[in-house]
């Protein structure tokens, strides 16, 4: 499938690999200067923890995720963590990395996303045959609905094992931060501060286990893969992980779509470190 992908894109955009197409996708750094693929991954070096925002259904930030990876790899060693995978899942994920399950074991007993085998597989993959760790890094959703339905007091009723599934509590929340009201300006003024303090324990939860398998040393970095949303202007993910680590050196990557690629729109400027901005009209994997 990933075959079939990078085909399409060879066969839509002139081009594999490192090139660029106005028709297709351009990437633009934090200013909205058209940068080169090479030019972006020096500067991802300088990150120890490079958070890679993508759409969820988009196949340009599922190809990228993938050299992106592939173009670290070469250079440093690396693991990997994602949003996809919850912590109450680790041990299964374990269990594939280290062969002793299949992927059909790993589909039986964990909560995988419907597109887990075209977009997420090949980078769990990647880094099995690598000998990388891969790290689920989200809240148990359900706790998440509990915050939402209970507030933060509503976690006080999980058990120790699984209150080891989320961030340390009480968690930093500032209901301030431009995209957390953004959540709610998106809900019409008929969001619960709730949905929020949802999203809060998400972000916290996913910087908590970044840190929690970080190496510290200057060959290695940790690659995350997250919704745009979750570190878009810097916050969400990035703004936990330097509330946790302040000295931590973190790059991001956000993903946006637009009808003209030529030209960053002026609400991405600043986005985040790199921006991938992708044609409106390009296919979904789902």
């Known amino acids: 499938m990933r075959f079939l992908i990078s085909l399409l894109i060879c066969l839509c955009f002139g081009g594999f690999g490192m090139a660029q197409s106005d028709n297709g996708y351009t990437l633009f750094n934090a200013k909205g200067k058209k940068v080169a693929y090479k030019k972006m991954i020096k500067g991802l070096e300088d990150g120890q923890v490079i958070l890679f925002g993508e759409y969820h259904d988009n196949p340009i930030s599922h190809w990228l995720e993938y050299e992106v990876t592939k173009s670290l790899a070469a250079k440093y060693k690396l693991t990997l963590g994602a949003e996809m995978f919850e ?33 997420y597989k090949p980078l769990v993959d990647f880094a099995k045959d690598s000998s990388w760790s891969f790290v689920g890094t989200n809240i148990p959703r359900r706790f998440a609905s509990l915050v939402y339905k209970k507030d933060f007091d509503g976690l006080d009723s999980l058990t120790n094992e699984e209150k080891s599934w989320i961030a340390p509590l ?21 969001g619960s501060p709730r949905i929020v303090k949802a999203q809060a324990i998400k972000d916290a939860t996913m910087a908590h286990f970044i840190l929690a398998h970080f190496d510290e040393s200057e060959d290695a970095r940790f690659v995350h893969y997250n919704g745009s949303f979750h570190s878009d202007f810097h916050q969400g993910i990035m703004w936990y992980l330097q509330q946790y680590k302040p000295e931590i050196r973190v790059k991001t990557i956000a993903t946006v779509s637009q009808d003209d690629v030529s030209k960053l729109n002026k609400e991405h400027l600043g986005r985040a470190d790199y921006i991938i901005c992708v044609d409106e009209d390009m296919t979904k994997t789902y």
């Open 87 to 119: 912590r109450d899942n680790q041990d299964e994920l374990e269990l594939y990395l280290s062969d002793s399950i299949n992927h059909k074991g790993l589909d039986t007993m964990a909560r995988l996303w419907n597109n887990y085998k075209t977009d």
């Open 170 to 190: 009480p968690i930093p929340f500032d209901s301030s931060l431009s995209q957390y009201q953004a959540i709610l300006t998106m809900m019409g003024g008929h």
